[in-house]
């Protein structure tokens, strides 16, 4: 970038953000383009309160390079990467060249299983686009978020959110369908496995096109987009239940057809969606889906949440539960508060 062009930094060149993961009620799984992270098929979540990334990032002239460190330890190589490619797309907006630092927590404990890539993101978006000085509206902070990790697109705006595929980078974005309030369920999350996950997501959408399956499930994921979001805009426990269910097993059915093939249920995981099923044949309502590990997210309203997390408890194998609310959207923080 020509020195003419570059922009004086802001006076206080740092900000911090928090953002909530979220749990796909429709899942993203698989690319049309790998490097803008635009997906095959729109998605639909609900943010998780209470679970969260805090994360500051402060652009410093005097840094040679952009530095990380995650729950207190130093992140290099391609972790570093991932978030230097989002800082890159920043400067390249704010056109300003300083390298930044970024501190980042998550409240949540790392071998629980609960992806911090989306809540990471979206918390790295909106703190650095603040800490640049630029003035970016929750459209541009979602499609931000988005080219860091997909999921994180939804981590953006609050409650209940829909990402639609899009075309291209300009409209793939995730926005708000109903505000938290709109309808008290809980997320109660099983946990089965402390194991470290052998594929990750961004290994595993690559692979989600060598499954024959895949065609059929994208096929028809409008179908089950428009079920889901009726039931929700409804609150419509039973259609809700069924369409998450049938898109949680239609992406599983995906990963384990692709080459090679990835089985991410342990036998545990199996029990609790069993577990689950039975029990909403006997009328107590609740649901499962499972992202890209074995944990399994149990969903309920949250007047049963309390009930069904114990119950949960009691399945062999479930070594702890997590239990969230509909979450807000991502958000600035004053300076010093939560310190
Ligand atoms: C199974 O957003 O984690 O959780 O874009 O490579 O970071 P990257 O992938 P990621 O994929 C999420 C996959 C999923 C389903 C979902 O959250 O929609």
Known sequence: MRKGYLRKMPSDPSATAFANPNIAFIKYWGNRDEALRLPVNGSISMNLDGLFTRT?????????????IVNGHDV????????????DLIRGMARIEEQAEVISENNFPSGAGIASSASAFAALALAAGKAAGLELSERELSRLARRGSGSAARSVPAGFVEWRAGTSDEDSFAFSIAPPEHWALADCIAVVSAVHKKTGSTEGHA?????????????????????????????????????????????HAVMM???????????????VMQT????????????????????????CPE???QEIATRLRGIAGVTDVLTARAGGPAKLLEKNLGD
């Not at 500051?56 to 990380?68: G, R």
């Open 257 to 271: 057809t692709s080459s090679p093939a990835l089985h991410y249920w342990q036998p545990a995981s199996l029990a």
């Open 303 to 305: 007047k049963e949440a």
């Open 207 to 251: 692979l989600a096109g060598t499954s024959p399956l895949q065609a059929a499930r994208v096929e028809d994921a409008p179908r089950r987009l428009d079920i889901c979001r009726r039931a929700i805009l409804e609150r419509d426990f039973e259609a809700l239940a069924s369409a998450v269910e049938l898109d949680s097993d239609m992406m």
């Open 56 to 68: 500051t990032v402060s652009f410093q002239p005097s840094l040679p390079f952009d530095e990380l």
């Open 76 to 87: 290099t190589g391609p972790g570093l990467e991932r978030v230097s490619a989002i800082l």
């Open 276 to 299: 689950v099923r039975q029990w909403r044949g006997d009328g107590i309502p609740a649901c499962y889906t499972v992202d890209a590990g074995a944990n399994v997210h149990v969903v």
